[in-house]
């Protein structure tokens, strides 16, 4: 008799942190998923869930791309050889095409690329990246306007 595997929620797939500002003050057009280059105290407290990516954003150097703002804590039982930094830019792992893409969106369309989620896929960390403009403060009161409208159209349907 064959055993079951047990699927603990820090090993399988699931969501580390999310950026719900993006959505707010970007109009994203396009998302793209992207690998991450980690150290290993970090990929630890990412089991831990201690990650933010409020102040996440992409910047393109050499095509390359890297992530700036992504605040990941440590540990407290961090070993003590290692120096830990809380923000350091850290190399996303795309495809060259998708790299020309995001290349051509920011250079030409004037596009930014904001860091959307981050979460676990396969056993690899994985994160959701999305190119948007900024919208304007009128376009953050209408998306405000339509949520709170859905909301009551959906309340009215489910006390009728």
């Known amino acids: 008799m064959a055993k079951k595997s047990k699927k603990t929620k820090t090993s399988g797939e699931g969501s580390i942190a999310r950026n719900k500002r993006a959505t707010y003050d970007y109009k994203i057009d396009e998302k793209f998923e992207a690998g991450i280059v ?3 105290w970090e990929v630890k407290s990412l089991r831990a869930g201690r990650a933010q990516l409020t102040d996440g954003y992409v910047q393109l150097h050499k095509m390359e791309a890297w992530l700036y703002g992504c605040n990941i804590s440590p540990l407290i039982t961090a070993s003590s050889h290692s120096v830990p930094e ?7 792992l ?3 095409r998708e790299l020309a893409r995001l290349t051509g ?3 030409r369309k004037g596009y ?3 860091a959307m989620s981050m979460y676990w896929k396969r056993g690899k960390v994985k994160i959701e990246i999305g190119i948007g ?4 403060e009128f376009d953050k009161r209408a998306s405000i306007k ?3 409208w859905n909301r009551d159209k959906a309340r009215s349907i489910r006390t009728h």
């Open 38 to 40: 980690l150290q290993g």
């Open 133 to 136: 403009k900024g919208k304007k």
């Open 112 to 114: 930014t690329i904001v």
């Open 146 to 148: 339509e949520r709170e």
């Open 86 to 92: 809380l923000q350091r830019r850290r190399k996303l």
């Open 105 to 107: 969106a920011v250079e």
């Open 94 to 96: 795309l495809h060259r």
